[in-house]
């Protein structure tokens, strides 16, 4: 089988989202390399935050009945699956409340073995300013990759950074923002190259 990289869409929003558009750019450069990518779009999705009952301490299970379990999970569990992009706009200096959602929910899989030891992680953050928090929200993506023994992936040279890192502010939109374009596609690019190596 061929190994996967999975892209989460942390925007809420389902038309226009800037964030997606990002992660669509690394993505492509991960296909364009053979791998198969999938996107999980949270805009259209109903998640709840974890309750910390511990009802997924023993096996990928959760009491909470929404979407997690059979559009989120299942995807992930898959053994092909070698890397994971984590695209968000940046809220308040973080993450979004939907894409918090699924890291905190993504505790089963740490209890359960460390299933995400040695997959690839990357980050993807859009702000509608410049200097608009994408740094502070990329660090939070990487933070929670780190606990799940997740192999941190950077943008690749000559932009190497955090990972993606977009303004969706500038005249004309996201589309005109070349250099941070740019490190999407480096992102995707190095993602690829090591997903490939392992």
């Known amino acids: 089988m061929t190994k996967k990289i999975i892209g989460i869409s942390g925007s809420p929003k ?6 997606l558009f990002a992660l669509k750019k690394a993505l492509k450069e991960c296909e364009e390399a053979g791998l ?24 990928l299970s959760c009491p909470q009945e929404d979407d997690f379990m059979s559009k989120v999970v299942s995807v992930l569990k898959d053994d092909n699956v070698k890397g994971i992009i ?55 993506i990487v933070k929670n990759a780190l606990i799940h023994g997740m192999i ?7 932009t190497s950074h955090f990972g993606g890192n977009l303004w969706s ?23 690829a190259s090591l997903v490939s190596k392992l």
């Not at 779009?41 to 511990?54: E, Q």
Request: charged content about 20%.
């Open 36 to 59: 198969d990518t999938e996107i999980i779009d949270l805009s259209t999705l109903n998640i709840l935050g974890c309750k910390d009952c511990n009802g997924c301490k023993k096996k």
């Open 14 to 19: 389902t038309k226009n989202s800037t964030t």
């Open 169 to 191: 502010g500038a005249d004309g939109g996201i589309e005109e923002d070349e250099s941070g374009i740019l490190t999407a596609v480096n992102l995707g690019k190095n993602m």
């Open 86 to 140: 984590f695209a968000t706009p940046v809220y308040f200096g973080g993450i979004t409340s939907q894409l918090k959602a699924v890291m905190d929910r993504s505790v089963m899989f740490r209890r359960n073995g460390f299933m995400f030891h040695n997959v690839a992680a990357g980050a993807i953050t859009v702000g509608r300013s410049r200097n608009g928090g994408q740094e502070l929200a990329a660090m939070d």
């Open 152 to 158: 941190v992936v950077s943008d690749a040279p000559s």
